[in-house]
């Protein structure tokens, strides 16, 4: 039904983008804690490690992995988890007193090509379902108008033939 696509297809959306907002949440965290070695600073990040997992998880339930985008999909899915794990690997080593050897990661830049990607796969995915959301809406609009136009249709023809029934008698 068009209507309970389009539902889903706002789903999709709405959890393509709480997914990089959890990504962006770890990553302020880490750059928090980085920055001050306060484990105050890593509430964003521990939170966040659960959200991603959910909220792929929940695009997975959606089923984008097999209708809008599967290679996009596994795409994001590996690189979520690739950031998150490179977090971790920041954390660590600021837990094990190594904090230039922390910060030293973060200066490869390879943490913020993964988000740049993550960043461009979410909105190519983002811009596909809007797409789709819209084929829905006019499929629901074309259904509505053909509904219409055969609720008039029905009733012109029971009119004449009332009418004609009239006329014979």
Do not use: C
Request: net charge positive; proline share 2%; charged share 30%.
């Amino acid at each position: 039904d068009a209507s309970d696509e389009r539902v889903r297809s706002k789903e999709i959306s709405i959890a393509l983008e709480q997914t990089l907002s959890a990504l962006r949440d770890a990553e302020i965290g880490h750059r928090g804690y980085l920055l001050t070695g306060r484990r105050a600073y890593l509430a964003p990040y521990t939170a966040a490690v659960t959200r991603v997992d959910r909220r792929l998880a929940t695009l997975r339930s959606l089923g984008v992995p097999e209708t809008i985008a599967p290679s996009r999909f596994a795409e994001l899915e590996q690189l979520a988890r690739r950031r998150m794990e490179r977090l971790a690997r920041g954390i660590a080593l600021r837990d094990a007193g190594q904090a230039q050897a922390a910060l030293n990661l973060v200066l490869t830049d390879e943490g913020k090509i993964l988000m740049d990607r993550i960043r461009e796969i979410t909105e190519l995915m983002q811009q596909q379902e809007a797409v789709r959301y819209q084929q829905h809406l006019e499929r629901e609009r074309s259904a509505r108008t053909v509904s219409r136009w055969s609720s008039w249709a029905v009733s012109a023809l029971a009119i004449a033939l009332l009418l004609a029934r009239r006329l014979d008698v």
